[in-house]
Each structure stands twice: as C-alpha cells, then as structure tokens.
C-alpha cells in the first residue's frame, strides 16, 4: 500500500510538473463541459454500479469493490498519451478538481450507497480529505512549483520520472495480485461480468458526454472507465481485509489495458476520419 500510493503521488506531481498554470486556467471557461464531466463521473457511473448491484447475483466482495469504484471519480493517470489528444488542458482540469470534489462526493455517496451495495463502511470526512491532500493535491502543488522554478528541468524530467512511478506502480499492483490470488480464484462469472460491464458503459458514458470535440469525448470516456486510482485506495484501505483492495486493483489493471486499447482505437479512428 506504502508503495502504490507513493508511486501514484509521484506520477501526479509529475502530472503537475509537467503542465502550466495557464492550462489549468482554460479549462474553467468550458462550463458546460465540466458540468457534463461531472454528472458523468459523479452521477451516471455510480447509478450504473447500484443498478449492476440491483440486479447481477454477486457476491459481498465484489459488491464492496463496485461501491469503492463507483464512489471513485476522477481523471485518469493517462497524461502522456492524452497529451496527443490536445485535451491536456482539460484532462489536467479534471484531475484537480474531482480531486476537490471528491472530499464532500465520496463520503456523501458512501453513506448513500453502502446500505444497498451490502457493505458496511463508515468513512470520516477527515480521511478523506487527509489521504486525498497527501497524495493529490500535495503532489500536485509540489510539482506546478517545481514547474514554476525550473520550467525547462522539469518539463525535461517529469516524462522519465513518470515512467518510472508507473513501472513501479504496476511492479506493486500485480504482486498484490500474486500474493493474494485466491482472492481472484473464487470470483464467480457474475462478478467479473459486473466488473467488466461498469468499465465498458462507463466508456460509452464518457464517449456520450464528452460534447463535439473527439479529443475531449475520449479523454472522458477513459476517465469514466479509469476512475481515480487514489481515492479507490483511500476508500478500499477502509475494509476489512484484502479482498476489495485486491479487486479494485484488477479492475484499475485491466481497465489501464482496455483504456490503452480504446484510445489507440481512437487515434487511429481521428488519424482516418481527415483522410476520409
């Protein structure tokens, strides 16, 4: 745990390190594109996670990890590839504030949520604001200063740093994995089907709010299906037990791969469509 969440504040203050001021600025002019952001990752997938749970015949541990998902938004960890995209701006919008959001969201929705997903969980405001200022927020404001000071070093360095936090962080996710296999060994079809079918409507729901731009319709889609890998772990560490940490940390495994898939699926859709 010490490690995943070391190597995920590392790539977010690399995330701000590598992103100015004034592209954090441009995206709280496109309101209406925050507020369809926010109703998708805030409203629509936690609804789809409570009607998977409503009605898929699964068991407690999985609807414990569709809980600590779906309560679970923000932007995804994609930065150097959605920088192609040319939606950096927003992508870097959204990260701050669901990080913001999330403080008063993730609570309110827990203690909504719990009593139908089957699970009991009681998650303070104060953890939740102090797990999220150590490692977002912190982060974040510890590499725009970093960018701020030495702008051309840590433009230079953030990229290698990067890569390095996210070989580290899938090194600990997969042998969190090894470790507690069994925990993956008793999932029933049902509940890998629940798992696989929020990433995938959370997709199309992004893809469906993300408004005219391509670029902005698939940097939501991917963090519709992504949800924020650092308040997934805030909220999975309040269980007792391995089990939902486990899942959760699949799901972010095998949604980094299908998000990868997707979004080279949609380059090469953009790359075609001016040829066309």
């Known amino acids: ?44 997938v936690p609804l789809v996670a409570f009607g998977l749970v409503l009605v898929m015949p699964i068991e ?28 950096r701006d ?47 927020l912190l982060p974040v404001m510890l590499g725009m200063g970093l960018r701020f000071a ?29 470790v507690h296999r069994q925990h993956l060994a008793g999932l029933t079809w049902q509940g890998v089907l629940s798992l696989i079918a929020l990433m995938v409507i959370a997709l199309f729901i992004g893809q469906w709010l993300g408004g005219p731009d391509p670029d902005d319709r698939t940097a939501l889609a991917i963090a519709c299906a992504m949800r924020h890998v650092g308040v997934a772990l805030v909220v999975a560490a309040e269980f007792v037990g391995q089990r939902t940490l486990v899942l959760v940390v699949a799901y972010f495994l095998t949604a980094f791969l299908v998000s990868s898939v997707y979004l080279s699926w949609r380059r090469r859709s953009a790359a075609i469509a001016p040829a066309a």
Do not use: Q
């Not at 999985?62 to 809980?67: D, G, H, M, P, S």
């Open 60 to 87: 407690r541990g999985v609807k414990a990890a569709l809980l600590t998902l779906a309560v679970s938004a923000g932007a995804p960890l994609l930065p150097k590839r959605l920088k192609r995209l040319h939606s």
């Open 1 to 44: 745990m010490i490690l995943l969440k070391l190597s995920i504040a590392v790539l977010i203050a690399c995330v701000g390190a590598g992103t100015s001021l004034s592209e954090l600025n441009r995206v709280w002019f496109r309101p209406a594109l925050l507020l369809r952001s926010l109703a998708a990752m805030y409203v629509l």
């Open 150 to 178: 030495f702008p051309a070093a840590s433009e230079r360095l953030s990229g290698r740093i990067m890569t390095i936090a996210w070989l580290v962080l899938a090194v600990c996710g997969l042998a969190l994995l090894i």
């Open 90 to 136: 927003y992508v870097f919008g959204l990260l701050i504030l669901s990080s913001l959001v999330a403080i008063v969201a993730v609570p309110v929705w827990t203690a909504l949520l719990s009593a139908y997903f089957d699970v009991e969980l009681k998650l303070r405001i104060g953890t939740v604001v102090s797990d999220i200022g150590k490692t977002i």
